[in-house]
């Protein structure tokens, strides 16, 4: 069943213009729950600092107000059938089972499938360097309190390796440390802030 629901996912979507028109409303209701909270403001600020310049730039997944509200089933039907084709998909399946029957049952639904429309032009999108300091502040009247978050990203691509883990380890460490220590300094009460922490940030290497 699984399968089948890949296939039909991937070359059988009728998208109607009924469809569309009942959906607008689900899809606002996303954006409004991503955009108009604080947790989605800063999501939004985030992204413009991270992501300016690049192919990502202004470009979340859902789209923004006006694009959701006035989507048309044929602007959908022409992204479905240039990007949602068969060299543009991967199938994996994973678990305790007769492999042979499962390359079977996916060559079965997949094997004859065919392009509907042709490819589109693949946009470079990888985010260009950190070059300069880049800086962000923001307020929010929905804020209770203060938030300092300092990231140091990393260059996207480039080589692999023990020597690119070892630079991860060591970032990561080197983090580690300095919110240990300001840790420290909160349990001493020698601080003015309530919690120091160190992570990774999901929008940059």
């Keep these: 069943t ?6 039909q996912w991937l ?15 689900v899809v606002l209701d996303e954006w409004r729950l991503r955009d108009q909270t604080l947790d989605g403001r ?29 989507m048309e ?25 007769d492999m042979d029957r499962v390359e079977d049952m996916i060559r079965e639904r997949f094997e004859d499938l065919e392009p509907r429309a042709d490819a589109g032009t693949r946009p470079d999108l990888t985010p260009g360097p950190f070059v300069v300091p880049h800086t962000l502040v923001t307020e929010d009247p929905d804020a209770a309190g203060t938030v300092a978050e300092l990231t ?17 380890i060591e970032l990561q460490a080197a983090f580690s440390v300095l919110a240990n220590r ?11 802030f309530t919690a120091a922490d160190a992570g990774n940030n ?4």
């Design 152 to 168: 140091w990203p990393l260059a996207t691509g480039g080589s692999g390796g023990v020597r690119a883990l070892q630079e991860r």
């Design 42 to 70: 800063r999501y939004a600020d985030l992204l413009g600092l991270f992501l300016a310049g690049s192919g990502y730039d202004g470009r979340q997944p859902i789209g923004e107000e006006d694009a959701i509200r006035f």
């Design 182 to 192: 300001l840790g420290d300094d909160l349990a001493r009460g020698q601080a003015d």
């Design 2 to 7: 699984g399968l089948d629901v890949l296939a």
């Design 11 to 25: 070359s059988g979507a009728t998208i109607t213009e009924d469809a569309v028109r009942d959906e607008r409303g």
């Design 202 to 205: 999901s929008f940059v290497r």
């Design 73 to 97: 089933a044929d602007v959908l039907r022409r992204f479905y059938d240039t990007w949602y084709r068969p060299d543009n998909a991967a199938v994996a399946v994973v678990g305790a089972m």
